[in-house]
């Protein structure tokens, strides 16, 4: 009778592991209800080993957060074919999969992180650290707009619209969380609307938008979201 030998993982392989069980269990729950010697199970090695790879929960946990942040900003990598409303529909799906499946860590990014280690320098340095990664996958979320509106220089009412866009996407997927009592494939849709209606405010002040607005609005399909939404308002004002 023969036994299966586990194979011997190369340290940066290894790394890799323990960042991807502490990443599942921290979507799951709290990084605060987490323990090392949880980490430790799920990975299949001893909590010591655990410790010959990270210094502790704080380093493990930050680095955890810098995969999630890495995630989250490539679901906004788009192909630039097709309407921009088909588009932007899409990078929301893919949006909403990772804060389905990601829900308590993803909280945990957006708001700052939790003290996962006593002592006020561990508190400001997890502050800190969260805090760039939130703005890494913001400005890679700002990059993409652009990249699909066909933009390199955008003026100033057009970067108060997608930044105020992303903003908006992270605090509809936070409520959302808390109970989702609206039907995600609605909110999808309706933060695509909502892109459009910001701006459509901003060209009513600006012949720049304007311009900008014509030529997103003269590829878009009737049956497409843009297209709804301007069904929808039109029966409003019916």
Not at 10 to 24: H, K
Not at 106 to 113: N, Q
Not at 208 to 225: H, K, N, S, T, Y
């Amino acid at each position: 009778m023969t036994t299966g030998v586990r194979r011997r993982m190369g340290v940066e392989e290894r790394r890799q592991q323990l960042i991807g069980v502490a990443l599942e269990l921290f979507s799951r729950r709290s990084p605060d209800e987490v323990s090392i010697d949880e980490i430790a199970s799920a990975a299949g090695i001893s909590r010591p080993l655990v410790y010959h790879y990270f210094p502790g929960k704080l380093s493990l946990y930050e680095a955890a957060l810098k995969r999630a942040s890495d995630d989250l900003a490539a679901r906004f990598v788009e192909p630039a074919e097709g309407p921009l409303g088909a588009r932007l529909l899409r990078v929301m799906g893919r949006y909403f999969d990772f804060v389905d499946e990601h829900g308590p860590g993803f909280s945990a990014l957006m708001r700052g992180g939790p003290a996962v280690a006593a002592g006020g320098a561990c508190s400001v340095s997890t502050a800190s650290t969260t805090d760039a990664l939130v703005d890494s996958v913001r400005q890679a979320a700002y990059v993409q707009i652009l990249t699909h509106l066909g933009v390199t220089d955008p003026p100033a009412r057009l970067e108060l619209v997608v930044r105020s866009w992303i903003s908006l996407a992270e605090s509809t997927a936070l409520i959302w969380l808390d109970g989702r009592r609206i039907p995600r494939a609605e909110l999808e849709v309706q933060l695509v609307h909502d892109f459009a209606a910001l701006a459509a405010v901003s060209a009513a002040h600006d012949e720049e938008m304007r311009a900008l607005l014509r030529r997103v609005v003269e590829d878009e399909p009737a049956g497409g979201p843009f297209g709804g939404l301007a069904g929808r308002l039109t029966a409003l004002a019916g």
